[in-house]
């Protein structure tokens, strides 16, 4: 990722911040990058327009702007607690006629990872008072796309659909604050300077493979679709009916293995209706020092596992109709 800083990086133009509560993720509501918001940006602050708005950092997928620093008081919050104690992230690129789910999903996910160096280097707990939305301190939809996508368009802004985006946001920031992913140039955020301190790049850690086998599940288990835009799955997918769970007894072949919050996941097809398309559902969670492939013998999973292959890129089911047909 590209790093952008304006000239208000050494020279401030706004006061000094209250305290460091927590962080602000806002949506921009717009279809500009982090590089065509600096000029819009420093037009607005010469034009003596700052208090019609800006936050500290700006980030898409490419690139991340720095605004403003991020220990000073920014105009975001529409409130004077938000704008003096808590630090502002910009999605950028978030109107839906300019960009993709898919497309505003990888800025997301950036913002998320420059979220988790910045409150690393306050050394600012990760939990609901921390982590907040726009729409938490003024009447706003913002963020709207998260909103839109994690939660459901239309969806009513209370408290539980608030705190049910802030927990996913709160997932993605401790899973990269913890190590687990990082860009390719992660950089730790000085508390005093806001100046990127070089830092090598974590391992990124495999959460997914193509192996293949059959699960006959042992209890009750919920199963998945992926919403649109969405590539992996996660506890945020659409549940499907409990009348299409997989039950007690019930198999399903997988062709794909996921590690994905804490859980192992496989995709499968229905075996009483493959031209249903892909559908996914958690298998167990992940021990501490244990494989999937030993989860069996050691009793993790809500199920059992039989004629799997691991040969990374030449395992697939070859009828999903068939208990056991993996190649």
């Not at 600096?38 to 003596?48: E, F, K, S, T, Y």
């Not at 982590?131 to 939809?141: G, I, K, Q, R, Y």
């Not at 769970?245 to 072949?253: E, F, L, P, R």
């Not at 020092?289 to 993790?300: L, P, V």
Request: with cysteine; glycine share 8%; charged share 20%.
């Amino acid at each position: 990722m590209r790093n952008i800083y304006s000239g208000y990086i050494k020279s401030p133009f706004t006061p000094k911040k209250n305290s460091i509560r927590g962080v602000i993720i806002h949506n921009d509501a717009g279809g500009m990058t982090p590089s065509q918001y600096l000029p819009w940006l420093n037009n607005r602050v010469r034009n003596g327009q700052a208090t019609l708005g800006f936050a500290s950092l700006y980030v898409n997928r490419n690139e991340c702007l720095w605004f403003s620093p991020t220990d000073h008081a920014e105009w975001h919050a529409g409130h004077q607690n938000g704008n003096y104690n808590y630090i502002g992230f910009e999605v950028c690129e978030s109107m839906p006629s300019k960009t993709s789910n898919a497309t505003f999903l990888q800025n997301e996910e950036a913002t998320l990872k420059v979220v988790a160096d910045v409150m690393k280097s306050y050394n600012l707990p990760v939990n609901r008072n921390t982590v907040m939305l726009h729409n938490e301190f003024s009447s706003t939809a913002c963020p709207h796309r998260s909103w839109e996508i994690h939660i459901g368009k239309g969806a009513p802004y209370n408290q539980t659909n608030k705190n049910k985006l802030k927990d996913y946001f709160i997932s993605r920031i401790k899973h990269y604050m913890n190590g687990s992913t990082a860009t390719s140039n992660k950089k730790k955020i000085t508390k005093k300077t806001n100046k990127p301190v070089a830092k090598k790049p974590a391992k990124k850690k495999k959460i997914a493979w193509d192996w293949a086998g059959t699960f006959t599940a042992n209890t009750t288990i919920a199963v998945r679709k992926l919403k649109k835009g969405q590539t992996i799955p996660s506890l945020t997918s659409t549940l499907v009916g409990k009348d299409s769970y997989i039950y007690k007894g019930q198999w399903v072949n997988w062709d794909r293995l996921y590690y994905i919050q804490g859980y192992w996941w496989v995709r499968f097809k229905y075996p009483t209706n493959p031209s249903a398309g892909y559908f996914y559902m958690t298998v167990g969670k992940k021990e501490s020092g244990i494989t999937f492939g030993q989860a069996n013998s050691k009793n993790k999973l809500w199920g059992k596992v039989t004629n799997m292959k691991t040969k990374e890129g030449n395992t697939k089911v070859t009828n999903w109709s068939k208990k056991g047909s993996i190649k």
